[in-house]
């Protein structure tokens, strides 16, 4: 029988964690995009202000995988969200249920939190993980598309500075 074992991250783990974001970046094809550091990651998940939080993942005692999450909140509901920001688990470890076993942690941490959703995204082309997330009863919200405003964007619509498409 597998054991597998969820746990929080602890500070120690910003090596390692930082190497799954790498890990989960090349995988997704956006490797370019990772700019955070470790000192980063031991900041912005281990400070007393951190906003997100994160949990490790073993099997049989191996190092397999983490996870990245927050709380949201939905006006609509008035309630708290659970987000998933990153789950990875390694490819020797995708066969052994800790994506699964990462998933029903938050979920049952979304519902000791009385959170009324929790939600993550997927790539449209990442279909191993559509069909997994959908094997579990997650449905994809079509309806709804993500903008974002990001680096030099963020930076220019904050301080109102004019964009060359506005």
Not at 49 to 70: P, T
Not at 122 to 139: C, E, H, M, R, T
Not at 140 to 158: C, H, K, M, S
Request: glycine content about 6%.
């Amino acid at each position: 029988m597998t054991d597998i074992a969820i746990t929080p991250a602890r500070p120690q783990d910003a090596v390692e964690i930082h190497r799954f974001i790498t890990e989960l970046a090349i995988y997704e094809r956006a490797e370019h995009e990772v700019v955070a550091g470790i000192a980063d990651i031991e900041a912005t998940l281990f400070s007393p202000q951190a906003k997100a939080q994160a949990l490790m993942c073993h099997v049989d005692g191996q190092l397999a995988g983490f996870a990245v999450y927050f709380f949201s909140y939905s006006t609509w509901l008035g309630k708290n969200g659970l987000y998933l920001e990153d789950l990875y688990v390694t490819p020797e470890m995708r066969l052994a249920g800790a994506g699964k076993a990462l998933l029903k942690h938050l979920a049952q941490l979304a519902l000791e939190h009385d959170c009324g959703r929790f939600e993550w995204s997927v790539l449209d082309w990442n279909q191993p993980a559509i069909d997994f997330y959908q094997s579990l009863g997650a449905k994809p919200q079509a309806e709804w598309v993500r903008y974002r405003l990001a680096g030099d964007d963020l930076r220019r619509f904050a301080l109102g500075e004019e964009t060359a498409s506005a």
